[in-house]
């Protein structure tokens, strides 16, 4: 409820109050038996409906019995003549929503007043008497209804169609015999009527493609002459468009009477048409002209709202077709100074996309002038922007990083400052000549950073990409100045970005050794206890010690681990003889369902990038197979699989397989469930037929002795296969049984049973079962740490395909590996794309995929693949399976 402002002559002592602070329930409730007085107040009864309204509107829930007396109470002010109680009478009856024997009582009153002589009760009787009743008494006044639609009178007309939308989601079939009378209502010269007669014939016909695209086909002749009818036709015609699939050679069905829509009188439908234009399907860059030639127009109109809309649409089509929109960048730019501070960031971050390099200088000069006035969620969007900017034209980075320097050094909160270091962070990684100066100015930032999360993960990048440069000691004197200056948490990550320089900097081996040995006198255990590790690591004179391989990749390597895997390979592991291997924890990285991967469109970057992998099963699939005798030699678990349906939804026994992968053996376990309520299996088997699967061979089967109704159950077959070797091949399967009686009224099964057996379907066993899905921190610098020994590169041609998303996607899936940096993402109408992938082969060989596909105009995909790993033979194997 709307808060209200009272004004005195003094606008300094200006107070606002609601007149409905501290209204309490129970005292409404007393208040509402001004209802069953003789002599109605009109006045009195209309401010307790309305605190009555507000109550509710606000969660206040009311009692089944207080609710009754309530309604009963309101069924009497029908005997008032007071227009305005009349209404609000049918709010609060619409708002209770009486149960079905209550609403009896109303009905008479509400069908009196549907065919009244006044038309405000009649449209408010309609709307009140289709929200409360069912389908049985809505048969009854179905003829009233129909009458309504084709009323003279508008608002009885509005009131009966938006009705019927309602209906249409509860009582689909009386609202479709309807339909003569709504088609009469789509001619109406009511602008309102028209809008929703047009909205509630589309509904009826929303399932039927060919029915609706004949209701655009008649009604784009110009027939539609309300501008709100007309948007919404706009909307349905776009549908049109993207359900014909048709081409981009000139034949696009209506694209001539969107096109018309540009020259109507009303704005709303010229900024409509103009935005269905810009979003079609490959849309062209003739097809475009005529849409932005409009929305330049409303970037100079004297409407806040018409430029917010012209400058929110052109800043989307920038980002596919930005040379189309330069032509607006001169308007644009005199929107920077816009009081509406949307509309000014909205200008700016599109002038970024469309910006041409000589440009920049001018265009960065208005930006500084322009951050201190907005705030920061603005500042992020421009901030962005910049970013994408400096990876367009590389060769101003200098420009661009300088001005990110000089705003991360100003006032603003969190998210603000990491998303000016995540960008510095990516021109870094992508622009090599960035790399010095941008780490400069990082080091800089965290000398008065008062974010922790900031410092710490500024800390380790240094760590990574500082001894990469020409002069890593520069850096050693900030990271130093951190350890007697910051919170322990800070401290303690210096100390491990101070060795990482003095494992991979020869020269800075003994000037760290002297630091590290100062650390061993911090009153944190912490940093006490990371110094002491990274001591016994690097020898006294500043040499790395011969210690294991594993414990110098784990302390100076790329962690490559998703932190939950190793978080639940922690959890599970039980002390003994045998130490914690880090080579246990689980490298692959299980898939999000689709809505927690709300942002996946949006490419990682900064230091946000490393993927954290959700909780892996791996620990506990490979405890079970463990345990039981058969499988106990088979060694270290590699990978387990997604469950694969093997039996359709609701058949008498469900069934699932997950294909368990060791190094030279591999494991089906078959989930099975009985749905059968009268039946209990036993002695339940799998029999699997390997014909088309030569390479594997069958060891064992571990049965499962009885299953059930509704108690899942699982039997495994184990298979031999060659070491290290990705074999592949298709199983069909068979489940046997004994089936027995149970008695649905002692629950107890019959003695005697009847073998049956029920055929499930095939599954196959593929080269991607084999490969991990692992994700790199940096993909530029796990592709470089590879090298090029056993780099394999060759072209390929995928032929015709739908789009180049379909065809990464296909890649994707059949190589079974990790998209990297969101490059999984394909942009709408691009015709070339670069995916980045990685994973883990079987025998734990790194592997990365660099893929780049093209597509010509007869949609031919073409695709180069490069594979780097650890393994010659793993990178011919990639290939070929990509060949075959």
């Given at each position: ?511 760290i050794f002297i630091l590290l040995r100062r650390c061993l006198y911090d009153n944190d255990d912490e940093v006490r206890d990371r110094a002491t590790l990274y001591l016994n690591t690097i020898g006294g004179d500043g040499s790395v010690v011969e210690t294991d391989k594993e414990v110098k990749e784990f302390l100076f390597g790329s962690f490559d681990l998703p932190l939950a895997n190793l978080e639940t390979s922690l959890k599970n592991y039980e002390p003994s003889e045998e130490p914690f291997s880090i080579r246990s924890v689980s490298r692959e990285v299980k898939s999000q369902p689709f809505a927690e991967k709300k942002a996946a469109a949006k490419k990682p970057s900064g230091l946000g990038a490393p993927p954290a992998g959700p909780t892996s099963t791996v620990d506990s699939c490979e405890k079970l197979l463990l345990s039981i005798p058969e499988f106990s030699t088979f060694g270290h ?248």
């Open positions: 409820m709307a808060q209200y402002v009272k004004k005195d002559d003094d606008r300094d002592e200006e107070a606002e109050y609601s007149p409905f602070s501290g209204i309490e329930k129970g005292a409404v409730l007393q208040e509402a038996r001004v209802f069953n007085d003789p002599q109605l107040d009109s006045r009195r009864c209309s401010q307790v409906i309305t605190k009555l309204l507000y109550l509710l509107n606000q969660g206040d829930s009311f009692t089944k019995t207080e609710a009754t007396e309530v309604f009963f109470s309101v069924t009497k002010l029908f005997q008032a003549r007071d227009i305005g109680l009349r209404r609000m009478v049918y709010l609060i009856i619409k708002e209770l929503s009486p149960s079905a024997d209550e609403v009896i009582i109303v009905t008479s009153s509400l069908m009196k007043d549907m065919n009244s002589k006044t038309d405000v009760y009649r449209a408010n009787a309609i709307r009140v008497l289709c929200r409360i009743t069912d389908g049985t008494l809505l048969t009854q006044i179905e003829r009233y209804l129909k009458q309504a639609i084709v009323d003279k009178n508008p608002v009885v007309a509005s009131a009966a169609l938006v009705s019927g939308i309602h209906l249409l989601q509860t009582n689909p079939e009386i609202v479709k015999r309807w339909s003569n009378e709504i088609q009469e209502a789509v001619q109406s010269r009511s602008a309102l009527v028209q809008f929703h007669a047009l909205a509630l014939l589309q509904q009826i016909r929303q399932n039927d493609r060919l029915a609706v695209s004949k209701l655009v086909t008649s009604l784009t002749k110009g027939t539609v002459r309300s501008p709100l009818a007309q948007c919404l036709l706009i909307r349905y015609t776009s549908q049109v468009i993207r359900e014909s699939n048709n081409s981009q050679t000139g034949d696009r069905p209506f694209y001539d009477y969107l096109e018309g829509c540009l020259r109507h009188k009303a704005e709303m439908v010229i900024f409509e048409a103009a935005r269905a234009i810009t979003e079609l399907s490959g849309v062209t860059s003739r097809e475009l002209t005529p849409a932005i030639t409009v929305l330049q127009l409303f970037l100079s109109s004297s409407k806040p709202v018409l430029r917010f809309a012209a400058v929110r649409t052109l800043n989307k089509v920038a980002m596919t077709h930005p040379m189309a929109v330069t032509t607006c960048n001169i308007d644009m730019e005199s929107l920077i100074s816009d009081q509406n501070r949307s509309i000014a960031t909205l200008a700016i971050t599109t002038l970024l996309k469309t910006g041409n390099e000589s440009g920049v200088d001018r265009l960065m000069k208005q930006i500084t002038n322009f951050m201190s006035d907005i705030a920061d969620e603005f500042k992020i969007v421009v901030v962005d922007a910049i970013r994408s900017l400096c990876l367009k034209f590389p060769l101003k980075f200098r420009t661009l990083m300088g001005f990110l320097s000089n705003i991360l050094r100003e006032e603003g909160g969190f998210e603000y400052k990491k998303a000016i270091v995540d960008s510095i962070v990516t021109i870094i990684r992508d622009i090599p000549d960035a790399k010095e100066s941008g780490l400069l100015h990082l080091c800089e930032f965290i000398e008065d950073c008062e974010f922790t999360y900031l410092s710490t993960q500024i800390l380790h990048f240094l760590g990574i990409e500082g001894p990469k440069t020409s002069d890593p000691s520069k850096f050693i004197r900030y990271i130093y100045n951190r350890v007697p200056l910051e919170n322990p948490t800070v401290r303690a990550s210096a100390v491990s970005t101070l060795a990482k320089f003095g494992a991979t900097v020869d020269s800075l081996k003994p000037r678990l590699f990978k387990s699989s997604a469950p694969v349906e093997l039996t359709e939804a609701e058949t008498e026994y469900a069934v699932n397989v997950v294909k368990h992968i060791f190094d030279k053996h591999i494991v089906f376990q078959y989930n099975c469930t009985n749905t059968i309520p009268e039946q209990l299996l036993e002695d339940v088997t799998i029999v699997v037929d390997a014909s088309e699967a030569e390479e594997f061979e069958e060891l064992v089967t571990k049965p499962l002795k009885s299953l059930p109704y509704d108690t899942p159950g699982q039997t495994f077959v184990a298979f031999e296969k060659p070491e290290g070797v990705s074999a592949v091949g298709k199983f069909s399967n068979v489940l046997r049984f004994i089936v027995k009686e149970v008695d649905p009224s002692t629950g107890e099964a019959e003695e005697e049973g009847v073998e049956d057996e029920y055929q499930l379907e095939e599954f196959e066993v593929v080269s991607a079962d084999y490969m991990l899905k692992v994700g790199v921190s940096n993909f530029r610098n796990a592709w470089e740490n590879l090298g090029e020994g056993f780099e394999r590169v060759d072209e390929y041609g995928l032929g015709p395909r739908d789009s180049l998303k379909e065809a990464v996607s296909a890649v994707i899936n059949l190589l079974g590996m990790q998209p990297c940096e969101g490059t999984e993402v394909v942009a709408a109408n691009s015709r070339s794309h670069t995916c980045l992938l990685s994973g883990v082969y079987i025998g734990n060989v790194k592997v990365l995929v660099r893929l780049s596909f093209g597509v010509d105009s007869a949609k031919e995909v073409a695709m180069k693949l490069a594979v780097r790993s650890e393994d010659e033979s793993v990178s011919d194997a990639i290939h070929e399976l990509v060949a075959n």
